[in-house]
């Protein structure tokens, strides 16, 4: 049993602060890699929560080979988010108080496939034409993102 759901039976919906970790992958096109997700039917970055005894790094490349089939040959920081616009609640009722490290990554192995318990399909956009339905807490790491370009830029 994974350690959140150990916490749940324990503490039913109540919120939880959940570490955990999500990368950014980025294909030769600069296109972003998303999950159509089933709990809340919307499209999210690829990541979930920290296990016992893992690293933030582990629990990256954990998480990205489960719900991609994908290997990351390399791991770059981008950023720590947590606070309101982190908070969520899950369509079942589940409330988490995310604290999340934001990964990008551009350089990976592996077949592509999604993990049909979490998702239906795991998809590569333009950044320009991302979906319009982004998981909450997934909206603001994908904007400060979009908005860290536009400054390279300026």
Known sequence: MSYVRELRSLV??????IAGAA?????????LLLQHRKDNQQ???????????????ETARREV???????????NWFSLFSGKELIYEYPHGDVVVNVTAVY?????????????????????FNLNELPSE??????PVIDRYLCSLE???V
């Open 12 to 17: 039913g919906h109540r919120p939880l602060i």
């Open 23 to 31: 990368v950014l992958i980025f294909n030769e096109q600069n296109c």
């Open 43 to 57: 499209w999210g970055l690829i990541g979930g929560s920290m296990e016992i005894g893992e690293s933030l790094e």
């Open 65 to 75: 080979f489960e719900e991609t089939g994908l290997e990351l040959d390399e791991l």
């Open 104 to 124: 990008s990554s551009r350089k990976f192995k592996g077949k592509l496939k999604a993990d049909k318990k979490e998702g239906y399909e795991v998809r590569f």
């Open 134 to 139: 982004i998981s909450p807490p997934d909206r």
């Open 151 to 153: 400054n390279s830029n």
